[in-house]
């Protein structure tokens, strides 16, 4: 994933090589941030994060679920990097190379993907869309009759469609259509 502003120029992608408390590491990371505490027999998934700035060039290993993608996983805001990792949501500040805050989002299903919308943020889950607030606190949920293949935002609503063809919609304001 690719995510630029005018101050950072982030790049993600999973490093299927490291390993926690592995000597053969990529030793380049200037941090290597494990907020869920997972250890060396668990299964997690490692993301590389590259961020470019006028101010340095730096390398982070963000340790997390290994039913993470990297594809869609991060909204870039200013200096502020929100990851969302599976159920857990981490937000860096990239000025400060610090982790501001991790969030457990609680679900039964395996979380896609991470939209920015007006005041808040999306989830586009596999069998649910969750609306979250600036601070990651859950607002709404709202599911699907089988796997959620298609999700649109707008300004005022999300629209979205599962694999057996129904469309759904909500509304950003807090009603469910």
Known sequence: ???????HDVTITIDPTYRIGSA?????????????????????????IRDHSEESDI???????????????????????????????TKIDLDTDEVISTTEIPTDFINISLHKIPHGLAIHGELEIIVLD??????????????????????????????SGYDYEVELDGNKA
């Open 1 to 7: 994933m690719h995510l630029f502003n005018e101050t």
């Open 24 to 48: 053969d590491n990529d030793p380049s990371y200037d941090h290597v941030f494990n907020p869920n505490g997972y250890g060396r027999n668990d299964f997690y998934s490692t993301f590389c």
């Open 59 to 89: 390398k982070i290993a963000l340790i997390g679920s290994c039913y993470s993608y990297d594809r869609a996983c991060s909204v870039l805001d200013g200096n502020i990097l929100t990851v969302l990792q599976n159920d857990h949501i």
């Open 134 to 163: 600036n601070d990651c606190n859950v607002i709404r949920r709202a599911g699907a009759r089988d796997v959620i293949t298609d999700i649109q935002i707008l300004e005022d609503r999300i629209l979205y469609k599962d694999d």
